[in-house]
């Protein structure tokens, strides 16, 4: 199994940032894509960025130029930098990682998720 713990959740002022980490851990495997996903209530769950493992990244519109994601595949985690929040932001944000294990193979594993609210 591969365990995803989120971080750096919060409550923050519009305009305000807040950082989010994720971590990957477990045994026998390694990270291909990894990514940030966010539900806000009574909305579906979207994609918000993704990053390769060679370090290729994707932004939805909505956060484009505000939200920078990074990864250390030395640790296994992946980070959400996001600047000039809005109040439209305020979700509950999971990470993911495509992870291969020996017999499973690849599989997509979610993380908890950790509160994101913006106060206008």
């Known amino acids: 199994q591969v365990q995803l713990a989120e971080s750096g959740g919060g409550l923050v002022q519009a305009g305000g940032s807040l950082r989010l980490s994720c971590a990957a851990s477990?045994?026998?495997?390694?990270?291909?894509?990894m990514g940030w996903y966010r539900q806000a209530p009574g909305k579906q769950r979207e994609m918000v960025s993704t990053?390769?493992?060679?370090?290729?990244?994707n932004y939805s519109d909505s956060v484009k130029g505000r939200f920078t994601i990074s990864r250390d595949n030395a640790k296994n985690t992946v980070y959400l930098q996001m600047n000039s929040l809005k109040p439209d932001d305020t979700a509950v944000y999971y990470c993911?990682?495509?992870?291969?294990?020996?017999?499973?193979?690849?599989?997509?594993?979610w993380g908890q998720g950790t509160q994101v609210t913006v106060s206008s």
């Open positions: 990053i390769t493992k060679g370090g290729t990244t």
């Open positions: 993911n990682a495509d992870a291969e294990r020996p017999v499973v193979g690849v599989r997509r594993y």
């Open positions: 477990g045994r026998a495997f390694s990270i291909n894509a």
